[in-house]
Every structure is written in C-alpha cells, then in structure tokens.
Nanobody, 115 residues
Framework: QVQLVESGGGWVQPGGSLRLSCAASVSSVSFDYMGWYRQAPGKQREFVARILRAGLTLYANHAEGRFTIARESAENTVYLEMGNQKPEDQAAYYC?????????WGQGAQVTVSS
C-alpha cells in the first residue's frame, strides 16, 4: 500500500521560509507526478505545485516565484521550499501523488504564518 508522509510543517513569520517534505513508500518516479495542495479553514483544497515524472514543474499563480518543488529520487522524497511566507499561506498542506490508476494523499502538515 502506497503511503505519503509529510513533515516540516510548523510556524513561520511573515517573510520567512519553510520547507515541507513528502516521503513516499515507493519510488517517487513510479508516479506520473507528485505535488502539493493546501487547504485553509473554510476554504476548498487548492493546487500549489507539481513535479512530473520527467522533472517538469508546475505552480499555482500564488506559489509562482516564491515556492520551489523538487524531488530527491534516491530518497523517494518530494520537497516544497516556501519562501516569503504570507499570512494567506497559512493552511494544511497535503502531499499528492498520482498515476493513471490511483490518487494518493498524505495526512497533511500544518503551516502557520504569523508574527
């Protein structure tokens, strides 16, 4: 059974940086893509970033230029570097992986942005 385990969430001040990690129980390149979504209280889950098997990266407008997604294949891990944090970035961040047959989700990592 595929498992995705997030880590690295926590508290960060506005303007600060934080890195999330998502460790997969299988090779990260076994998925068509891996990425991140987030959900703030009272809001729908929204796309953040994605990295395709070939290495192409995609970002939501709100993440472009501030967030970086990267993959360490040897560790079956995908990272999300989040820079210049804003209060509106506060949310639960979910790792997501998918292929043609299945979608997989992590349990979520809380990010709190406040001074």
């Amino acid at each position: 059974q595929v498992q995705l385990v997030e880590s690295g969430g926590g508290w960060v001040q506005p303007g600060g940086s934080l890195r999330l990690s998502c460790a997969a129980s299988v090779s990260s390149v076994s998925f068509d893509y891996m990425g991140w979504y987030r959900q703030a209280p009272g809001k729908q889950r929204e796309f953040v970033a994605r990295i395709l098997r070939a290495g192409l990266t995609l970002y939501a407008n709100h993440a472009e230029g501030r967030f970086t997604i990267a993959r360490e294949s040897a560790e079956n891990t995908v990272y999300l570097e989040m820079g210049n944090q804003k209060p509106e970035d506060q949310a639960a961040y979910y790792c997501h992986a998918a292929n043609v047959e299945e979608n997989y989700w992590g349990q979520g990592a809380q990010v709190t942005v406040s001074s």
